[in-house]
């Protein structure tokens, strides 16, 4: 009989753990229309998607494995002020937006197909469900979040086994303009970096909690390569649902949304009755999904008041009536909605988690301080842009490389990152 050492079994566990946390259902809806739409590029644009939805994210939780601490900590070499505010930030976008999306992708994907109900009313049920868990902190949705995963992943591997053996590789022409820039992008919609400064911390716990005795090294090793496990398993999913979507480009009309897309996926390939399973799962770890960011949010606002819990419950009302307004909308929408304030805050959270990886010597408070500014101010063009202000910033983003792609924050910051060291060397 084959027995995995406790070693190994360690790192399983929480790589499972991680993936759980990472692999929102609301994010299953984003690879099938992209690769529906990247046609012959679909590769290109599954390297943007993973790039922004996985590699970015795991760098999160490496960065975790070394500050072994909480979101707070990724940016107070900034400064403490700018660390609460960036945290208060990615907690009330979390509660705003992929909170809300969780139950429009439950009524599209679980209400219409079946019963003549508004959304609204889709919504209000939800979240007064959500809200009750959050006020019990109920362990049942913990048991459920790791029966449903395993069955989530499981049908997703019979579709693109089955896609891929039953299609002919025949690919349309791409709809993209810039495939890689396009996937990049869409992956930001995962959340999933910022999930990835979030979510970190509470693996932090719980190692702390099972190996009190463990070391410090001892916990970096154990969490790096669970992480790279967990962001293997992601990688494997979403560029199968990519190219998935884009072998099966002539089973659906052009304009399909996200999650009719993937019902019509599921019953093409594993049936009916499969598509009603997938249905249910997705919605019930969606739910889960909501209940930890609403619960994630009045925990953090809870612990700033020093432990209060009117405030705890004063955040899960406000957490849980935010989503009702949102969740009413369709998921086309909320995404649309979510794109500027995405443009703002992920380019920010992608430079803090690449400067607590690098070596402390090349991450200095000036050097943090000097990237993180660069980066907000060059993120403003395309912020702006994607409000609407394309042809005023149009001149301005001209001198910025990679502006065009919505990218004009990358090599500037880059400039500033070696700049920075290069003046720390001399000086020393």
């Known amino acids: ?17 991680l993936f759980s946390l990472f692999f929102g259902a609301g994010n299953l809806i984003l690879p099938p229309l992209l690769g529906n739409k990247s046609g012959d590029l679909w590769w290109l644009v599954a390297l943007g998607f993973c790039s922004s939805a996985v590699l970015i994210p795991i760098m999160g939780i490496m960065a975790h494995a070394k500050l ?13 002020t700018f660390s609460l505010i960036y945290s208060l930030l990615i907690y009330a976008i979390s509660i705003s937006l992929p909170s809300p999306r969780t139950a429009a992708v439950t009524h599209e994907m679980a209400i219409q197909p079946f019963f003549d109900s508004p959304p609204l009313l889709t919504s209000i049920i939800y979240f007064a469900l959500v809200f009750v868990f959050v006020i019990n902190r109920s ?8 029966l449903l995963t395993p069955a989530i992943i499981l049908i997703l591997f019979l579709i693109i086994g089955t896609a891929l053996f039953s299609y002919d590789f025949t690919f349309s022409e791409t709809a993209f303009h810039n495939p890689l820039s396009e996937g990049i992008l869409e992956g930001y919609q995962t959340f999933d970096a910022i999930g990835a400064v979030v979510v970190g911390g509470v693996i932090i716990i719980s190692i702390n909690l099972k190996k009190k005795e463990a070391t410090y090294k001892e916990k970096k090793i154990l969490i790096k390569r669970a992480g790279w496990l967990a962001g293997l398993s992601l990688f494997l999913i979403y560029a199968g649902l990519i190219v998935t979507g884009a072998i099966m480009h002539g089973e659906f009309s ?42 994630g949010t009045a925990d953090f606002i809870k612990y700033r008041f020093h432990d209060s819990q009117p405030v705890y419950l004063t955040t899960a009302i406000l957490g849980c009536i935010l989503g009702i307004v949102m969740g009413q909308f369709n998921v086309g929408y909320i995404i649309a909605v979510a794109l500027p304030a995405l443009m703002f805050i992920y380019p920010i959270t992608i430079a803090l988690i690449l400067l607590n990886i690098v070596p402390d010597k090349f991450a200095s408070e000036k050097v943090f301080r000097a990237v993180v500014i660069t980066t907000i101010i060059f993120s403003v063009p395309d912020f702006l842009g994607s409000i609407g202000f394309t042809e005023a910033l149009s001149e301005v983003q001209g001198y910025i490389p990679l502006s065009s792609y919505s990218l004009g924050w990358v090599l500037p910051a880059g400039v500033v990152f070696v700049i920075m060291n290069l003046l720390h060397k001399k000086q020393s």
């Open 1 to 17: 009989m084959f027995i995995l050492n406790k070693e190994t079994r360690e790192v399983l566990v929480t790589a499972f753990a």
């Open 68 to 80: 072994q601490g909480t979101i707070f900590d990724f940016g107070k070499k900034v400064s403490p």
């Open 139 to 146: 362990q049942i949705l913990n048991i459920l979040g790791k």
């Open 254 to 295: 052009a304009d399909i949304s996200r999650t009719a897309l993937l019902s019509g996926i599921s019953t093409k390939t594993l049936g009916g009755t499969a598509n009603l399973f997938l249905s249910i799962l997705v919605s019930l770890a969606c739910f889960t999904t909501a209940v930890g960011i609403v619960t």
